[in-house]
Each structure stands twice: as structure tokens, then as C-alpha cells.
Nanobody, 121 residues
Framework: QVQLVESGGGLVQAGGSLRLSCAAS????????MRWYRQAPGNQRELLAT???????TYADPVKGRFTISRDNAKKTGYLQMNSLKSEDTAVYYC???????????????WGHGTQVTVSS
């Protein structure tokens, strides 16, 4: 059973930093793509950052220059370093990944259950 588990959320003051982690477990061959999303109350889920196994990254405009996505392939763990946090960054943050279970199979889409980030102004 493949699982993604986020951690590292919490309460932080505006201007502060948090580092989110996303640990993948189970029988995994590789993880071609990892992503971070967030969803604030009343809003749609928003794609924030993408990182491929080749190292290509993309960022949404609201977080560009403040957030950094990274991964440790050996640990099957992804990270989202969040700096200069603002009150509007308050949301539940979700990890998402395309995960290949075998060398011959196609990747499947997996989601974590989310971690709450609250930024106080």
C-alpha cells in the first residue's frame, strides 16, 4: 500500500518560515513527479510547485521566490521550504505525486491527507 504522509505544518507568524515534508512509503519503483498544492477555506485546490525526477521545477506566481520545492530520492521524501510567509498562505497543504510501482508500469496519482499551515498577521 503506497502512502504519502505530510508533516511540518503549524502556526507561524507572518514573515516566518516552515518546511513541509512528504514521505512516500510502500512498494515504489520511482517517483517521476512530486507536487505541492494548497486549499484555503472556500477556495479551489491550488497547484503551488512541481518537481520532476530530472530536477525541473515550476512555481505558481503567488509563491515564486518564496517557496522552494526539493526532494531526497533515496528517502523518497519531498519538501516544500516556505519563507516570508503571509497570512494569505494560510491553507491546508497537500503533497501529490506520480508514482511508478514497477519498472514496466505507468505512474499512478497519489495524494497525502494534508497538513494545516496557519500564518498569523
Amino acid at each position: 500500500q503506497v502512502q504519502l504522509v505530510e508533516s511540518g505544518g503549524g502556526l507561524v507568524q507572518a514573515g516566518g518560515s516552515l518546511r513541509l515534508s512528504c514521505a512516500a512509503s510502500g512498494s515504489i519503483f520511482n517517483i517521476p513527479v512530486m507536487r505541492w498544492y494548497r486549499q484555503a477555506p472556500g477556495n479551489q485546490r491550488e497547484l503551488l510547485a512541481t518537481l520532476t525526477s530530472g530536477g525541473d521545477t515550476t512555481y505558481a506566481d503567488p509563491v515564486k521566490g518564496r517557496f522552494t520545492i526539493s526532494r531526497d530520492n533515496a528517502k523518497k521524501t519531498g519538501y516544500l521550504q516556505m519563507n516570508s510567509l503571509k497570512s494569505e498562505d494560510t491553507a491546508v497543504y497537500y503533497c501529490n505525486a506520480d508514482i511508478r510501482l514497477t519498472s514496466w508500469g505507468r505512474p499512478y496519482d497519489y495524494w497525502g491527507h494534508g497538513t494545516q499551515v496557519t500564518v498569523s498577521s
